[in-house]
């Protein structure tokens, strides 16, 4: 049987995609861009950054940054 993912789970997933590739701040604006900010925001963001704390995404960050100036 198919099983078909809901629009939210295919956003989620698209939004990781974003996270991994792309610095945080280009991602906001490229939400903002695409007009696809409707909906529960506080709710997503609770659940894409359930298991972080400030120090964990910092370092996310950093390390993508280190990553992208290597290239």
């Known amino acids: ?6 629009e939210q789970q295919v956003l989620q ?3 990781q995609i974003l996270l ?4 945080p ?3 906001a604006r490229f ?3 695409c ?3 409707t909906g529960d925001y506080l709710k997503l963001k ?3 950054f359930a298991q972080e704390s400030v120090a964990s995404l910092y370092a996310k960050i950093a390390a993508f940054q280190a990553s992208k100036r290597e290239v």
């Open 1 to 6: 049987m198919i099983q078909v993912k809901s």
């Open 13 to 15: 997933e698209g939004l």
């Open 20 to 23: 991994s590739n792309m610095e």
């Open 25 to 27: 701040s280009a991602v």
């Open 31 to 33: 939400w903002a861009a």
């Open 35 to 37: 007009s696809i900010g």
């Open 46 to 48: 609770d659940e894409l």
